[in-house]
């Protein structure tokens, strides 16, 4: 889930792992229940001047994204899997903007697609926050654990073995 490519200037007060944890947040709510990029899109790969199939979103923060001459909050293509966002409007904003338009990557709609995908934009959007609250809490202290596991936890073969600290319960929290 790892292809994603942001570029441009982010909205001030808003941080790229932040943009990221937001899209793996979007997409993993999505991707649990069976949604998906479609497999007839191809995006073009500027270094190798081929086009890739991979899961690839590239995310572009533009100061007035344009849709038919029309200035607008964002926009997506799904055939090349890109998505713009108005960077003026704040952080806020833009986390809204990038759901919505995640959604319209992945979800088409018979008839009309803004009413459905700004429907579940509203619905979905405390249901992203949560995962994307447990992705960028303690962001870095993961960082330094796994990085630090080469160094700090390497064994030979011979000292071996499982941590017994592994072996803890889970606190189950209350789901509906």
Not at 13 to 25: C, P, S, T
Not at 32 to 59: M, R, V
Not at 119 to 138: C, F, G, Q, S, W
Request: net charge negative.
């Amino acid at each position: 889930m790892e292809n994603l490519k942001i570029s441009g200037r982010l909205p001030d007060g808003l941080k790229r792992e932040e943009v990221r944890a937001w899209v793996h947040a979007c997409r993993c709510i999505l991707e649990f229940h069976k949604k998906s990029l479609s497999t007839d899109c191809k995006q073009y790969n500027p270094e190798t001047g081929e086009h890739d199939d991979a899961n690839t979103i590239t995310l572009f923060f533009q100061k007035r994204p344009m849709v038919e001459d029309e200035e607008c909050g964002g926009w997506a293509m799904r055939h090349s899997r890109t998505i713009a966002v108005n960077n003026n409007e704040g952080r806020d904003f833009a986390l809204q903007t990038i759901l919505h338009e995640i959604l319209h990557l992945y979800c088409v709609w018979d008839g009309g697609q803004e009413w459905a995908t700004s429907t579940l934009t509203h619905r979905l959007m405390p249901e992203v926050h949560k995962i994307y609250a447990a992705l960028t809490n303690n962001v870095y202290k993961r960082a330094a654990w796994l990085a630090h596991g080469k160094l700090s936890y390497a064994r030979t073969i011979e000292e071996d073995d499982y941590n017994p600290q592994e072996h803890v319960a889970i606190k189950q929290e209350e789901s509906n």
